[in-house]
């Protein structure tokens, strides 16, 4: 039997997580069965259980992929964006989180992942370690930008990552109109109006 490359294994695992993000958006994590899944990626029980153990496993890959790529995207820009005022790099994290969620509904599994994380020990843990290391991405741009803020950055920090659920949570219930302004009212608050 011919080995089965690497590109071949990721693309296939891709595959799966695909089509559980299909299911789970449009269904709901606890609506959905493994079996749901199954059907809905075309592969048998032996492949999909070759990647994963459960259905938990892969809530957690999904939630952990979707926040690895935030992450990654808004330390690149942090990176080259040095002199950029925050208000400038908050909202291209909105606008990057808009966008993710216009493709595959990131918003509705983002709000499923949270209420997870309350019943998942293992969920909650991902999800605190990547908080904090959002929140430092974003303590760090306040810092570069506003040094003399060093005892109000964790603070600050703190209130601007609060942002990002809060348009999650909006993505996710409301009409699409009702979020269009958005991010023009987080640039016009940071900005001092």
């Not at 999904?62 to 330390?75: F, G, P, Q, R, T």
């Not at 994380?117 to 974003?138: G, K, M, N, Y």
């Not at 991010?183 to 016009?188: A, D, L, P, Q």
């Amino acid at each position: 039997m011919p080995k089965v490359s690497a590109e071949h294994r990721e693309a296939r695992r891709e595959e799966i997580l695909c089509a559980a993000r299909r299911r789970f958006a449009s269904e709901g994590f606890h609506a959905t069965s493994m079996q749901d899944i199954l059907t809905e990626s075309g592969m048998s029980a032996g492949a999909v259980y070759r990647y994963f153990n459960s259905k938990s496993d892969i809530v957690s890959a999904i939630a952990c992929e979707n926040m690895s790529e935030l992450l990654a995207s808004l330390e690149s820009y942090a990176d080259a964006a040095a002199d950029v005022p925050v208000a400038d790099v908050v909202v291209a994290v909105l606008q990057r989180i808009r966008d993710k969620h216009e493709s595959d509904r990131l918003a509705r599994l983002a709000l499923q992942v949270w209420a997870e994380s309350a019943r998942d020990p293992e969920l909650r843990t991902q999800f605190c370690s990547t908080h904090h290391r959002f929140r430092a991405i974003v303590r760090n741009l306040v810092l570069r930008r506003h040094p003399d803020l060093e005892d109000d950055a964790d603070a600050i920090a703190g209130a601007l990552t609060a942002l990002v659920p809060g348009f999650l949570h909006q993505l996710a219930l409301l009409d699409p109109e009702a979020t269009a302004g958005f991010e023009i009212g987080v640039r016009r608050m940071l900005d001092g109006f």
